[in-house]
């Protein structure tokens, strides 16, 4: 299965990191909470709150496009925060204030240069699912919006299994 777009999702909106390639290592199947907004509604009998789906280690080459910068003198290299747990629902993201605590990093810290490829590991999470034609295929975790609610350009991530 093609995993570029799922980990496009753990990058951030803005389009500064962009993913090359990425391919799966290992499929885990699991019961995965569902985001609230996916959850029924709770006024009816059949609320659910978890749904089968699947833990997937990848590997992946990452890009690093500077923006923002003006006339100022882009960096040789920006750090690259990389969320490091197994069951983090963390993004990518590069430079700006050091996300980890002293004692608890979540974040493995790479540094990345303009343009250079840089390969990493991550964890995605999916859902079982179908496309609309009701093809099978698996609904990539929103990672994107996730902490401030969900925005107008949220939209769900499917990637299609093969048969």
Same mark, same amino acid.
């Given at each position: ?7 496009? $999702?753990?990058?951030?909106? $803005? ?123 698996? @609904? @990539? ?23």
């Amino acid at each position: 299965m093609d995993l570029k777009p799922g980990v496009a $999702e753990q990058t951030p909106r $803005e389009g500064y990191l962009q993913v090359v390639s990425a391919k799966a290592l290992k499929a885990e199947p699991m019961q995965l909470r569902l985001p609230a907004m996916w959850q029924s509604d709770p006024d009816r009998a059949d609320t659910r709150k978890e749904a089968p789906g699947y833990r997937i280690s990848y590997e992946a080459v990452l890009q690093w496009i500077p923006q923002g910068f003006g006339r100022q003198k882009v960096p040789a290299t920006m750090p690259l925060y990389s969320p490091n747990g197994r069951d983090t629902l963390s993004s990518f993201r590069v430079g700006g204030l050091n996300l980890n605590v002293p004692g608890r990093e979540r974040y493995s810290v790479t540094p990345i240069a303009p343009r250079k490829p840089l390969t990493v590991r991550g964890t995605l999470y999916a859902f079982l699912g179908q496309n609309e034609q009701k093809q099978p295929a698996l @609904v @990539v975790y929103p990672y994107r919006g996730r902490a401030g609610g969900f925005d107008d350009s949220f939209k769900k991530v499917l990637l299609p299994i093969s048969q």
